[in-house]
């Protein structure tokens, strides 16, 4: 990276590579910068757990992080592609999604006519769980989607899920394009 003032942070995580829950962090910066950002930290967080870090630091000097990837990467590329497979078999024809090439969602965006919302609410009564794209935006004008998470379930789970979700996609296209009464047929926008 360039900065032409010298001033680059570098943010990162452990949670994605260890565990989800593990929720650790850092920071690379410019020492000029470290009043500002522990001010920041301290302003918006009530700090991080003392042995946590601790047992987090032991992991890294030990060496585990690289045998713990090696474990893990494999089986989460088994549940990413997984997923796909059972999107591309019961999703309706034509719908697209961005293949992740790393982490652990996968981004489905949405078609005009269909919110977020009202496919969270219909798939979870399918017994599906999505995360609706609203609450990933920061602005209103973003694209419309959903966030598929694959790593907290096993492949069979993830195969049911993604027929339950292509089953639900098409209950919601099937339902929009139903003739309103009157026999006028409602359009997507």
């Known amino acids: 990276m360039r900065s032409h003032t010298g001033h680059v942070i570098y943010i ?10 593990l929720r650790i962090g850092f920071v690379v910066y410019p020492r000029p910068l ?5 001010g920041i930290k301290q302003a918006i967080d009530l700090g991080t757990s003392l042995l946590t870090q601790h047992v987090l630091a032991e992991f890294l000097d030990r060496g585990y992080l690289r045998a713990h990837l090696n474990r893990t990467l494999p089986e989460y590329r088994a549940r990413r592609d997984a997923l796909e497979q059972s999107l591309a078999r019961h999703l309706p024809s034509g719908w697209t999604w ?6 652990v969602v996968l981004w489905l965006p949405l078609p005009a006519g269909l919110d977020s919302a009202g ?15 609203a609450l990933y935006e920061i602005e209103t004008h973003s ?18 899920g993604g027929r339950r979700l292509g089953e639900t996609m098409r209950a919601l296209v099937k339902r929009q394009r139903r003739p309103a009464a009157g026999g006028v047929e409602l359009q997507t926008v």
């Open 34 to 38: 470290r009043s500002a950002l522990l």
């Open 12 to 21: 990162g995580t452990y949670s994605k590579k260890l565990v989800p829950a």
């Open 98 to 103: 961005r293949h992740p090439e790393r982490g």
């Open 143 to 160: 694209e419309r989607g959903l966030r598929l998470t694959f790593c907290a379930e096993p492949v069979d789970r993830l195969l049911l």
């Open 119 to 133: 496919v969270f609410d219909e798939a979870q009564r399918r017994g599906v769980l999505v995360g609706p794209g």
